[in-house]
């Protein structure tokens, strides 16, 4: 195994370490971002912060823990030539 094989695993661990937390405390994540969106964006961000809801948080979580998982598989798996 490589160097880039390890920093897969590594990066792997983190996103699987991290999606089930943005699922858990998606409600959390999603008033700061929602809050930052509105203060940053001005008319426009308060226009688009209207129209996200917490749900999304968990589906972006989902997303996160899959790719740990494909990410470690091919760390574990990726052969360099």
């Known amino acids: 195994m490589t160097i880039e094989n390890y920093i ?4 792997g661990l983190l996103e699987l370490v991290c999606g ?22 001005g008319r426009v961000g308060r226009v688009t ?9 968990r589906f972006l979580g989902v997303v996160l823990t899959m790719m740990g998982v494909v990410t470690i598989g091919a760390g574990i798996f990726g052969r360099e030539p």
């Open 49 to 57: 912060a209207k129209g996200s809801s917490p749900s999304m948080m």
């Open 20 to 41: 089930p937390l943005l699922v858990r405390h998606r409600e959390k994540v999603f008033h700061f971002f929602n809050d930052a969106q509105r203060a940053l964006g």
């Open 8 to 11: 897969a695993i590594a990066i």
